[in-house]
């Protein structure tokens, strides 16, 4: 059993920051990290994917990729048990605990279905080898990946947007990207009155990046 441990550049997510970012309800978040981070995961990877601190569990940036593709996958409809068997294929045909956050798996889309045993529930259940071309493809637009094919940034909004949430920056909480700026701050002093503009000349930002830290955070 392989165990995750805290690193500086790997991001530090609670159950209230995976539903802050994914934009999903609190309990359900909280639904994803127990049944699937804490139980269900470990047993097909055999690798413990929360690592605990002294004010609770948490979870890693890639992690949270993973919940996002299994919460658009189940949005699609796709079963649990067939997310599970996609996820178990992937992860050994790739040797490695995390198959949803590499591109090495995303960018191959329909081709990695049809190189699949036959008899593979990914491959026999048509619907799912539908829904989940479908789902990849915009979600490659919200990843930046390195070199190596490794995520490095989640765009939530996608690309075009300015909210970034990358794990080398504030802990991994959501930015301004090619900033250092925390969404949370521009957001609260616009809450205490200040302007839209007033907030971009203090920070040296657009309008446009001050609206979309703005559009994310009353995103529901």
């Not at 609670?14 to 609190?26: N, P």
Request: aromatic share 12%; glycine share 4%; proline share 3%.
């Amino acid at each position: 059993m392989s165990f995750e441990t805290l690193q500086l550049g790997t991001g530090i997510y609670t159950v209230s920051d995976l539903a802050e970012i994914l934009k999903i309800e609190k309990s359900r978040a909280r639904y994803w990290f127990n049944e699937y981070v804490r139980n269900i995961l470990p047993t097909i990877t055999n690798h413990v994917y929360n690592f605990n601190q002294t004010q609770g569990l948490f979870v890693n940036f890639k992690s949270l990729l993973q919940l996002y593709v299994f919460e658009e996958l189940k949005k699609k409809g796709i079963k649990k048990k067939d997310i599970l068997n996609a996820y178990r294929t992937l992860s050994k045909m790739y040797s490695t605990p995390y198959p949803f956050a590499t591109n090495k798996v995303l960018t191959a889309g329909k081709d990695i279905l049809l190189e699949l045993d036959h008899n593979s529930l990914i491959n026999a259940n048509q619907s799912m080898q539908y829904n989940l071309v479908e789902v990849l493809i915009p979600y490659l637009d919200k990843i930046e990946f390195d070199i190596s094919g490794n995520a490095i940034k989640f765009f939530p909004f996608g690309a075009d947007n300015c909210v970034v949430v990358d794990p080398e920056v504030q802990f991994g909480s959501p930015t301004i990207n090619g900033t250092r700026i925390d969404i949370k701050t521009i957001f609260e002093m616009f809450e205490a009155g200040d302007s839209k503009k007033f907030i971009a000349k203090i920070y040296n930002l657009s309008l446009k990046q001050v609206n979309d830290a703005i559009e994310f955070s009353n995103a529901a």
